[in-house]
C-alpha cells in the first residue's frame, strides 16, 4: 500500500524532491523514491543487519543516491524539511515522532493495524497533520497525510 500510494503522490512531481524512509529495512522504498524521481533519500534503520542489508541491495541494483545511516528514527532530525517520508513503524514509535514531522510534506504512514486508527489519526490531528487518506487492507491500514511544507 505504502509503495502504491507513493507513486501515485509523486507521479506528477519534476524531479529534485527530497524523501526520507523511516524503518528501511531492505531499503524497498527509499529504491522506489530514487526510481520515482526523488534527487535526495535517506533510509535510516536501528538495525546494523538492515543498513547492511540495504547498502548491498543498492549495489546489487546499481542504484546510486540513497544514504542509509543506522540511527534510532526518535533522534532523527534533518537540516532541511523532507517532501516525502515514508514510516512502516509500530504505531506507538509512530505517534512518538509525529511531533518532528510538522515541518515536512508528505507522511506515508504504515505498519498500523486497523485497531489503532482512531489513536492514529487523533494523534495527526494532535499535531496539526492533516489525514489526506486512509488505506484499509486486511487487518492493516495506510496513512496519507500532510505537514505544512512542500510540494
Ligand atoms: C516493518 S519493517 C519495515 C521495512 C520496510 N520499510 C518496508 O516497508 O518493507 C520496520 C523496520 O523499522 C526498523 N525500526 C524499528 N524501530 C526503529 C527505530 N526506533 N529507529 C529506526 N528504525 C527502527 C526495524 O529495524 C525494521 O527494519
Redesign the pocket.
Known sequence: M?LRLLEQLTRAWKNGWSAA??????G??AFAAKRFGAQSVVG????PT?ISTAKANARLNRIDGVNFHL????KWNPAHATDVIAA??FSD?LIEILPNFKRSGWLIL??IVRTQEGQLIAALRRTKLNVVRVKRRGKWITILARGSVGL
Open positions: 505504502s524512509d523511516l524503518g528501511t529495512g531492505t524497498v522504498l535510516i534503520d536501528i538495525d538492515a540511527a534510532d528514527v526518535r512502516n513503524l514509535l504504515s505498519g
